[in-house]
């Protein structure tokens, strides 16, 4: 008994030093976020290439999600009568909850262990300790770009994410099951609510964007300089992530759509 109250003592006090370590890493590299915003072609840069490397799978995704969406809800809804209401149910599925957490979690396992391989690399290869030699702060230079890249690119491709999803749900529905092609869109202009839905989908995209591109960059920045732990370094990332996404996710529907 004392030596399970020993290891759990040891847990928590493990936990919460990470947790202020965390906090104080992720204050620390927001006062050096200005210095990157002075030179705006390092952030528009890592905006096209988290970007561009993820929107492939985040648009096959999407399709296949909406794809799904359509059949299941239409299979589901024409029990009651209720099909027209298809088009509405899709875009609030997407938009509200599926189009930013699947987006998060793709960009985590896409572009979160490529910042983590890269940063883990950069340190692993002595690149980070000789921008120090040279006077040039690393978080400025390498991180704080790459944090503001993905909280940006983030949001964008959830948006995306979740019209291409719409778009596989009216192909589903009208083009292959022949629901009325009004009543789709009627009843998903009618459904969805900007400031509640649309607004509420980009701030849960802008938190995602904060959790995910902060852990991988954490995560590389903080590993052991040798391959093995910079491996499982982009293991945490992903696990961290997701985990992080969808409690997230819990904390956000709950303020937002339960008043």
């Known amino acids: 008994m004392i030596r399970f109250l020993e290891a759990a003592g040891r847990t928590a006090r493990e936990g919460v030093e990470a ?6 890493a992720f204050f620390n590299l927001l006062r ?16 096209h290439f988290i970007g561009n490397y993820s929107l492939v799978i985040t648009i096959v995704s999407g399709l296949f999600v909406g794809l799904v969406l359509g059949l299941q809800f ?44 890269e940063i883990g690399l950069m340190k692993a290869g ?33 948006a995306v994410f979740s019209a291409v999803g719409i778009v596989g749900s009216y192909l589903v529905a009208v083009k292959l099951l022949s629901l ?7 009843q ?9 839905d649309v607004v509420s989908s980009i701030i849960k995209s802008f938190v995602f964007g904060i959790a995910v591109t902060f852990t991988a960059l954490f995560q590389g920045f903080n590993a052991k300089p040798t391959p093995a732990d910079v491996a499982r370094a982009t293991t945490r990332t992903v696990v961290i992530a997701s985990l992080l996404v969808l409690g997230l996710d819990f904390v956000m529907t709950a303020l937002m759509f339960t008043q």
């Open 19 to 24: 947790l202020g370590f965390a906090t104080r």
């Open 188 to 196: 998903m202009q009618a459904g969805v609510d900007v400031n509640r």
């Open 126 to 158: 002595e690149q980070l300790s000789a921008m120090e030699m040279m006077a040039v702060n690393p978080i400025q230079r390498v991180l704080a770009p790459r944090f503001w890249g993905g909280v940006i690119a983030m949001p964008v491709l959830a």
């Open 180 to 186: 009325d092609e009004g009543a789709f869109w009627s």
């Open 32 to 47: 050096f976020s200005p210095g990157a915003f002075r030179r705006p072609s390092l952030i528009s840069e890592q905006v």
């Open 74 to 117: 239409y299979v589901n809804l024409i029990q009651f009568g209720a099909e027209e209401k298809l088009g509405s149910l899709t875009a609030l599925s997407l938009i509200r909850e599926l189009g930013p957490v699947v987006t998060a979690l793709l960009f985590a396992g896409r572009a979160g262990t490529s910042l983590t391989a």
